[in-house]
């Protein structure tokens, strides 16, 4: 970033690369080369004693959008969707074509008898319920999609067209910083790592807003998106993801 003898800043895009001129006064830049558009503020007074500090320096650079991430703006609210689908759902495919199959073949079997002991009936049950699960969330892993929407009054975060737990609607006047947290399981297949955009609110209590996210850089560009379009000053909380 430079800036000119006008009072201009000469700003490199973080989706092409391409630099644009772009003046201080407003908080948004539209890229002439990708026609990307994207959020900008200079550092606050209250920031300006961390100028020399590499690592908030760091932080604080324009986040590039993830390419999964559509962004569109509607009149007076801003909205960011993306979806779930990823290579790991195309194994699931064959599994729950499996784990049914047999299923489909255990019950055909017990009903053609003429006397069906109770526990040929009772004892799948439990696979069963595995079964609709893990091919539901196969399913809705393929064609569902997130949806971020924010307005004057509202935080919303929707999942469609398959119904799923975990959405969410906030007011965005309870909003008093956001922040994203790294959760690690390890199993006997390895580690897995999830990424999570949680909210502190003004009562003190803190609220995940988008859960198994599974890159941080999707996590951090959200944050910064939201924070700048709420003009939320971008302050440090305890457990936050470095």
């Not at 009903?111 to 009936?121: N, R, Y």
């Not at 975060?157 to 965005?172: A, M, S």
């Not at 949680?198 to 924070?227: M, T």
Request: net charge neutral.
């Amino acid at each position: 970033m430079s800036t000119d003898n006008n009072a201009m800043l000469t700003l490199q895009c973080p989706s092409c690369g391409g630099k644009t001129v772009f003046a201080p006064g407003s908080d948004r830049f539209i890229c002439p080369y990708c026609g990307n558009e994207h959020i900008f503020r200079l550092p606050t007074a209250a920031a300006s004693r961390y100028a020399n500090d590499q690592s908030f320096e760091r932080k604080h650079l324009p986040r590039p959008r993830p390419r999964e991430v559509i962004v569109q703006q509607r009149d007076h609210s801003l909205v960011f969707s993306w979806r779930w689908f990823s290579l790991k759902y195309i194994p699931m495919v064959f599994f729950c074509i499996a784990w049914d199959a047999f299923l489909c073949f255990w019950y055909s079997m017990a009903f053609k008898m003429e006397s069906t002991p109770w526990i040929m009936m009772v004892f799948p049950i439990v696979h069963v319920a595995v079964g609709v699960g893990l091919t539901y969330s196969t399913l809705a892993g393929f064609i569902n999609r997130t949806t971020l929407r924010l307005d004057g009054q509202k935080f919303i975060v929707q999942y469609d067209p398959l119904p799923w737990y975990g959405e969410v609607k906030v007011p965005v006047d309870e909003l008093d910083q956001l922040y994203c947290k790294e959760s690690h399981t390890s199993s006997d297949s390895g580690s897995h790592y999830s990424y999570q955009l949680c909210a502190l609110l003004k009562d003190g209590r803190k609220l995940a807003l988008i859960k198994n996210l599974e890159s941080p850089d999707l996590a951090a560009y959200l944050e910064q998106q939201i924070e700048t379009w709420l003009r939320i000053p971008d302050l440090e909380v305890a457990g936050e993801m470095t």
